[in-house]
């Protein structure tokens, strides 16, 4: 079974940093992977951070915070990272990664596999 562990969420003051992690097991090593990271804050719509792909490296982002959210991973920890900057009071979210295989995939309902969420609060 796919399984995915996130970490690296927490509280920072604004204009800090975090790097949150998404490390996934379960899968088949010889497949490629994608992971999406997503956002949601109490009251609002999800929001679509990114996708990083195994198979060649370069993110794709969404329209979010793209000057100051960056992805990358480590194909031989099948982990993926989101390094956020600058952070603000509105960036205050639980954060979610997931996976598909073998690409990213611009359409989230096609995502099965699902972390818990990090929680990011981002104080004044």
């Known amino acids: 079974e796919v399984e995915l562990a996130e970490s690296g969420g927490g509280l920072v003051q604004a204009g800090g940093s975090l790097r949150l992690s998404c490390a996934v097991s379960?899968?088949?090593?010889?497949?490629?992977?994608?992971i999406g990271w997503v956002r949601q804050a109490p009251g609002k719509a999800r929001e679509v951070i990114g996708c990083w792909p195994s198979s060649d490296g370069r993110p794709r982002y969404g329209h979010i915070a793209r000057d100051r959210f960056i992805l990358s991973g480590d194909v031989s920890k099948n982990t993926v990272y989101l390094q956020m900057n600058n952070l603000q009071p509105e960036d205050t979210a639980v954060y979610y990664c997931?996976?598909?295989?073998?690409?990213?995939?611009?359409?989230?309902?096609?995502?099965?596999?699902w972390g818990r969420g990090s929680a990011v609060t981002v104080s004044t």
């Open positions: 379960g899968f088949t090593h010889s497949s490629t992977f994608a």
């Open positions: 997931a996976a598909h295989f073998p690409y990213c995939n611009g359409d989230l309902s096609v995502y099965r596999y």
